[in-house]
């Protein structure tokens, strides 16, 4: 199983991007999906994750600015982020529990995508 995001890049502040991530492999089953992001010497943060019923939990500094979402029938999770500030600046990194082949649900990371808000 492995997760790939895509939708980084740089943008101004005020502006919006769309980030998406996408389960691939033999796949049973995903559950919970979620975003992470980690600033250069800060720890890895939770961002936003939803759950298999749509089910939505957002860090404060983000709510009413991103939205969390997910195709079910794509293994795909996504995140719109708009009126992006300079503090939004950080690696995001997507997070899943999958079921494989064996049918055991296991937790795995994407690679990160950069996202840079700055004029």
């Known amino acids: 199983v492995q997760l790939q995001a895509s939708g980084g890049g740089l943008v101004q502040p005020g502006g919006s991007l769309r980030l998406s991530c996408a389960a691939s492999?033999?796949?049973?089953?995903?559950?919970?999906m979620g975003w992470y992001r980690q600033t250069p010497g800060g720890q890895r943060e939770l961002v936003a994750t939803?759950?298999?019923?749509?089910?939505?939990n957002y860090e404060d500094s983000v709510k009413g600015r991103f939205t969390i979402s997910r195709d079910n029938a794509k293994n795909t999770v996504y995140l719109q982020m708009g009126r992006l500030k300079r503090e939004d600046t950080a690696v995001y990194y997507c997070?899943?529990?999958?079921?494989?082949?064996?049918?055991?649900?296991?937790?795995?990371w994407g690679q990160g995508t950069v996202v840079t808000v700055s004029s």
């Open positions: 492999g033999v796949i049973f089953s995903v559950g919970a």
């Open positions: 939803i759950n298999r019923a749509g089910d939505t």
């Open positions: 997070n899943a529990d999958v079921a494989g082949y064996d049918i055991m649900m296991n937790n795995y």
